[in-house]
């Protein structure tokens, strides 16, 4: 049997207890990556790092997260889509 593990909203974690999405990043560890109202966070099982626009992300609602197959982390959001290779942010805003 399984257990269950409950995330809630503190600071340096979770930005906001609604949370919009979840993506597992398998490329190269079992990171997690969960999309809210507030920003992505994403935990390794051990830390938390939380994005928001100050970090690049093109704005802080993130409605869904995919992961392509070279390992790039894109979040959809209202105003545009956002990716993500670990270290550096690109952004694309709609017109």
């Not at 809210?36 to 099982?45: I, L």
């Amino acid at each position: 049997m399984s257990s269950a593990t409950t995330y809630i909203a503190e600071p340096g974690k979770l930005p906001d207890n609604n949370v919009l999405t979840v993506a597992v990043c398998i490329v190269s560890n079992d990171e997690q990556w969960f999309g809210t109202p507030e920003g992505a966070s994403s935990f390794d099982g051990e830390s938390w790092t939380t994005y928001g626009t100050t970090d690049g992300l093109v704005h802080k609602a993130v409605n869904d997260i995919a992961i392509d197959s070279k390992g790039l982390i894109w979040f959809a959001t209202p105003v545009g889509i956002s990716s993500f290779d670990g270290s550096q942010w690109t952004s694309y805003k709609k017109n």
